[in-house]
Every structure is written in C-alpha cells, then in structure tokens.
C-alpha cells in the first residue's frame, strides 16, 4: 500500500501575480481589459470552471482575480484531495510525498484556466483558508450516527456555536463553529449520497462514480469524517498552540502529515477530552450512581453532594447532553453560576477510568495518534 495520509482537506491560497501572468482575460467575468487594471480601488474577477475545463481536467478550482490598487492578487480555492486523485474520489488519501504532484497538477489546471504561475509561487502561496482532516475507521459495529449523538453531549464552550442536523437518508453531521474556525464531525459515505446542496462537503460532482470494487469495500467500513477548518487569523494562533512556531507559513508548509495530526488532536482534546465520561457505557442511573459512590468512597464527602454528582453524570448522557443540564439550570436558577455548579465533576473526572469507554473513543484517539492510511487498492 502506498504510504499516503489525509491531511487537507480544503485549501484557500493567495498568490501575487503581474498583469503578463494573464493569458486569457476573457475567462474572468468581468473580462479583464486595460482600463480597469489601470483604475484605483478594489475591483474583484471570477473565473469559475466551464464544463469544457471539467471534461478536460476533470477537477478545477475557483478562481478570483482581486485588483488592490496596483497590485494584483489570484486567489485559488481547491480540495487538495481532488485536485491531486480525480474528481469523484473523496475517500482516498494523500500525503506528504503527494505535494509535488498536487502542485504540478494545479499549476497545469491554473494555466488552462488562463492563468500562468509557477511551481515556486504556488508553493509558497500564502494560506488564508485550511482544512486538516481524518478519516476516522470505526470498529464493533459502530457508525457515526451514534458516535455524532454521544459526541455531542460535551459541554461546549458559549464561544462556540452547535449545529446537529439529522438528513432524512440517514447521517448526521455535528458542526461546532464560531466564526474564525470550527471543527466538524459527519458520516463520510451517507453524505457522499446527499445531494450537493444539502451535503457537508460542498466541492464534489452531483453524483459520485465508483467502481463496483469500491462499492462493496466501502459497504464494509463506518468512516466519522473529522475535520478542523481554519481561517487565517485563528490558524497562527492554533499553530502556535500545537508547537509550530511559523508567523507566515506557506502551502508547502501546511502540507504536513504532523501538522495536520496535531492540529486534529488539538481540537478533539479541546472539545471532548475532559467530558470523557460522558462516553462511558454504562447508562443505567443505578450503575452510574453505583460509580459514582465507589469513586467517592473512603472520602470526606456528604450523601448529598454524592447524590448530586451522580444526577449530574446522568442527566449530561442523556440525549441533550450537559449543554442541556445547563441551559435547564440557568433557566430556573439564573443566580446560578453554571461555572461553580459543574465544578463539582471536577473531582470525579480527575483520573477517569476509561476502561469502559465506548469502543469509538479508541478508535479515534488511536488513529490520530497513529495517521495511518486509509486508502482503496484500484483493481485492474
């Protein structure tokens, strides 16, 4: 097997160019002529791929010309994924060695879109938009509708928004969002299935084609498609989190097997780590409250404040989670400090057995640590 990993998922990159980079100015709308590259102010222009670019080429980028003044700045916005496997092809996965042919391929795309650039100036582009991403195998029968359903029972920061659609079909897709970055969560094959308006994953064919070969495979996997997507103002600040000491990072620096799996990390411990028991499978309030005493006892702790933890333990792995419990709690006792009330967990979380954990829960940290490939031998 070829040693590939996903690591982009998305990419935005900014590139100046001069006017003689231009080779064809009619396939911007508006058409590019003298007069208006010779006029001061913003002045933007498109140039979308025709269905003749995607016949040819198979897969394309948008691109926009922006006019800043006298500079000239080409912004290209691709799935690295695509541009570098083929059109449909959404599931396999690339990796470091895989950057040079994803650039020598969209420098030739770029260049029958009317634009010449060089291999240099695309790999130093600048980044403004980027998505790391995984795709996460589940074992044990698991699927990501009942992962994204525990997943979301996490109490989750009020800088962040929660968005948790159901899809008639079948599928579900967990988004936590503000609105410099957000991490999103959803079934990879059901939303291949989806329509492309209502699919998470916007930049696709309307009907994805695979061989029968790839359809039988991909029957026998669950994949939870987990993706981090990062504007530029939040990505220096989250690189610097994770280590990566960089203040004007490149595309060729964010093509990074490490970067990519950190940054992953970074975020599934943010959100889920310290509500690990929330994952717990042991749902019955009895067993829960059973816990609960064994991990208090020998301790100076009264009935009352055991007895609360464990309503707390059952109330947050119930189907609207501790966002729930909490919104329940300011609700009636808006003099509550929601911050001082769940404070009382912080004991009982401190050295957590996870021993019996969801199955998922390993699943994911194990393959995020790991970032092996998951990838579909073609047949011939």
Request: glycine letters at 4%.
């Amino acid at each position: 097997m070829k040693n590939v990993i996903k690591m982009i998922d998305t990419a935005i990159l900014e590139i100046p160019i001069s006017r003689s980079a231009i080779l064809n100015a009619k396939r911007f709308s508006p058409i590019i002529e003298d007069w208006l590259l010779d006029q001061f102010g913003y002045r933007s222009f498109k140039n979308n791929p025709t269905a003749e670019d995607k016949q040819k080429w198979g897969y394309c980028p948008r691109l926009t010309l922006y006019k800043r003044g006298a500079i000239l700045v080409l912004k290209l916005e691709f799935s690295v994924t695509k541009m570098f496997n083929r059109a449909d092809d959404n599931v396999n996965e690339i990796g470091d060695d895989d950057f040079g042919g994803v650039v020598s391929r969209l420098r030739d795309v770029v260049e029958g879109m009317g634009v010449f650039l060089t291999i240099e100036q695309i790999e130093q582009a600048d980044p403004q938009v980027y998505h790391p991403a995984k795709n996460i195998i589940l074992s044990d029968c698991y699927n990501p509708t009942f992962v994204i359903g525990e997943l979301k029972k996490v109490d989750i920061s009020r800088k962040f928004d929660i968005d948790c659609k159901q899809y008639r079909n079948g599928g579900e897709v967990l988004q936590l969002y503000s609105n410099l970055h957000s991490l999103c969560l959803y079934d990879k094959q059901r939303d291949d299935k989806k329509s492309v308006k209502r699919a998470v994953e916007k930049d696709r064919p309307a009907f994805i084609q695979r061989s029968l070969f790839e359809e039988q495979l991909l029957r026998k996997v669950e994949i939870l498609r987990m993706e981090a997507r990062l504007r530029k103002k939040k990505m220096l600040e989250i690189f610097e989190k994770v280590g990566y000491m960089n203040p004007k990072p490149t595309f060729k620096d964010i093509f990074s097997r490490d970067l990519s799996r950190k940054i992953l990390q970074y975020y599934w411990r943010y959100f889920f780590e310290d509500d690990a028991f929330l994952f717990d499978a042991r749902n019955n309030p009895t067993k829960i409250l059973n816990m609960v005493c064994a991990k208090y006892e020998g301790k100076k702790i009264g009935l009352d404040k055991t007895l609360a933890i464990a309503c707390l333990v059952i109330c947050g792995k119930d189907e609207d989670g501790m966002t729930g419990v909490r919104n329940i709690i300011e609700f009636h006792r808006p003099k509550n400090n929601w911050s001082k009330t769940k404070k009382w967990l912080d004991d009982f979380k401190a050295d957590y057995d996870k021993a019996n954990l969801y199955g998922f829960v390993k699943d994911i940290e194990t393959q995020l640590d790991e970032f092996k490939p998951f990838r579909i031998e073609k047949t011939d």
